[in-house]
């Protein structure tokens, strides 16, 4: 259930940047949720089980499905890295594709060691105990951690750095990377606790992953969703503002041009622009 809610969200995220931001020239931001749209629906169970009995049965979609995960979260880095002028070292460092090949060979090598067995829905339940499983989840959620706590970074810069509606956004995205970055620490104890025998500690943690999940894709997802919104609606206020101050100037404008006739002729194009903003420039 957990998994067709987050897959559901992933999908409506696509469709909303898709009619939102497709005039942008970058496109990290929906290359990122169409890639992780793709792993979540792989997660559920009925789609899984489809999708692995046509690469023979042996849970190759699980390593399909994570690496699509990764490639997903490095391109969600890269495009909330390219939203601001703030990029530190370590965060292009975090979001660099030499660091992303590295994680996705990791966990490769380490999925071909695991005693897969047949088709299972409950991968790491089932084969959790194996040390190479906790190697290669290990791996995985690392990576993830890498990558959220970097946009947690630049989500908390450009929560600091904006004002007024431009708040709402980073807010929801630090949000979203903070309830990312639990989620990652919570796998990856669980992790260790089910391949050590601490079977207990793996049943305490593993009650917060669902919340966590829906907690970090919500929020993810509505910062992303809506920061088209609030461009589009601080384009609007500020088109109505430049309406309102040419309003005020024309009366000025009119005696200008009747005591000084060249003025009108000083810029032609923007006299017969229909935009605002040229309009009030002339």
Known sequence: MIQTLVATLMWALVASLLIFRRKRTDRSITYAALTIAIAMTLNVDA??????????????????ADALLMTGLFFLGRGVMKTGEYRPRLVRAAVSIPVLLVALLAITASFLLIDRGTTTTRFMIDLG????TAVYSIINFTYCLVIVVAMLVLAIRQY???TGIQHLPAALLSLGSAFGVALCLAVIVMDVAHATGHLDLMHTIQSAYDPL?????VFLCAGFAIQPAVRRAQHRARQRQTVALTAQLESLWLRATLARPGLSQADPLAANSEDPEGHLHR
């Open 47 to 64: 789609a899984y089980s489809a999708v692995d009995r046509l690469l023979g049965g042996t849970n190759l979609a699980t390593l399909i």
């Open 129 to 132: 105990a194996q040390p190479a």
């Open 160 to 162: 600091r750095h904006n």
């Open 213 to 217: 999940s829906v907690l970090t894709f």
